[in-house]
């Protein structure tokens, strides 16, 4: 580990990757707040419920982006730290893969409702796939042999990780029809019929975001505690 002013790499990534952790779980709590707010049709008219669904899909991009962070963020921590023994351009290559990852999510808001956002999320939802998936078979291959990494607790982390990963890409997957009953919404007005279909929507979500706190909460005590 290369020391600077006193303190390890390890040391500084493990200061980011708490950050990192503070930004997506304390952001992501925005937006469920402000998702709860929307859901009051009785107490916002329809202009400043959207103003709030505005603010929601802006603050979102603090977890988004702290999620692609995660991933070279991670990797480089184990390595750092010496407790995964991987080549130089393994961990250069996840920093790639976060770079593409992080465009992806920032060029679709800002190409918003385009074939291109479209475009992006397609590619970025592979992306995830593939990510999950990586760090479901890194936790469960490492519980089973004790390889590539040896301690219990990194090898659960991982595995909560790529658990994180799908409850995440599961709430996009029960978001995704809010677009079309929300346009309905907007151009229709606010009743029963354009209402109710978009609440229950919303509400298939609920589920997965309380999984992800819960995962997020394990990991960040694994990781702290440290447990044979």
Do not use: C
């Not at 706190?213 to 990991?219: R, W």
Request: aromatic share 14%; charged share 15%.
């Amino acid at each position: 580990m290369i020391e600077v002013l006193g303190f390890s790499t390890y040391q500084f990534l493990v200061f980011i990757h708490l950050l990192l952790f503070v930004l997506w779980l304390g952001a992501d709590v925005g937006v469920f707040m402000l998702g709860q707010e929307f859901r009051k049709r009785h107490k916002y008219d329809l202009p400043k419920r959207l103003v709030l669904l505005q603010l929601l899909v802006n603050l979102d991009m603090v977890p988004r982006t702290a999620w692609a962070l995660m991933v070279p963020i991670t990797i480089t921590m184990v390595y750092s730290g010496g407790y995964w023994d991987l080549p130089v351009w393994a961990v250069g290559l996840t920093w790639l893969v976060g770079a593409f990852w992080l465009t992806l999510v920032w060029d679709a808001h800002m190409h918003d409702q385009t074939p291109r956002a479209a475009r992006d999320r397609k590619i970025e939802f592979a992306l995830k796939i593939g990510l999950t998936a990586f760090y479901l078979v890194l936790g469960a291959v490492s519980l089973a042999t004790g390889e590539p990494l040896m301690m219990t607790w990194l090898a659960n982390k991982a595995l909560m990780f790529g658990l994180i990963f799908a409850a995440a890409i599961m709430i996009d997957v029960a978001f995704k029809p809010v677009g079309p009953r929300l346009m309905k919404l907007v151009e229709e007005g606010s009743s029963d019929e354009t209402e109710i279909p978009l609440l229950k929507t919303m509400n298939r979500s609920r589920f997965w975001v309380w999984v992800v706190y819960a995962l997020l909460l394990a990991t960040a005590f694994l990781g702290n505690v440290k447990p044979v």
